[in-house]
Nanobody, 125 residues
Framework: QVQLVESGGGLVQAGGSLRLSCTAS????????VGWFRQAPGNERETVAA????????YYADSVKGRFTISRDNAKKTVYLQMNSLRPEDTAVYYC??????????????????WGQGTQVTVSS
């Protein structure tokens, strides 16, 4: 397993941008698919985006397509989530998670075993 730490959350006005980072410790990070998930109060955890280990495949929720971009730098053991055109409904705690899938990709939270502690994103109207 890997250990994950998220950073980059904060308060931003609607229409603004944030970049979240998920930095891993451990070996063979390029074998791990990584997903970004979010959970708002009273809501279930939902998938935002995911990327395969070699970055050959990505997945985006419909609600963020065209606004968010997931990418990774395996040399730095870091996955990024660039969030543009933020909306108040994007407000949530954002989590990253990793699962060793080789070239595979998963986008269901139950498919991931290693989770970070979360970072708060608040978008004001």
């Amino acid at each position: 397993q890997v250990q994950l730490v998220e950073s980059g959350g904060g308060l931003v006005q609607a229409g603004g941008s944030l970049r979240l980072s998920c930095t891993a410790s451990g070996r063979a990070f390029s074998d791990y698919a990584v997903g970004w998930f979010r959970q708002a109060p009273g809501n279930e955890r939902e998938t935002v985006a995911a990327i395969s280990g070699p970055a050959y495949s990505t997945y985006y929720a419909d609600s963020v397509k065209g606004r968010f971009t997931i990418s990774r730098d395996n040399a730095k053991k870091t996955v990024y989530l660039q969030m543009n055109s933020l909306r108040p409904e994007d407000t949530a705690v954002y989590y990253c998670a990793a699962e060793r899938l080789g070239y595979g990709l998963a986008f269901n939270p139950v498919d991931y075993d290693s989770w970070g502690q979360g970072t708060q994103v608040t978008v004001s109207s």
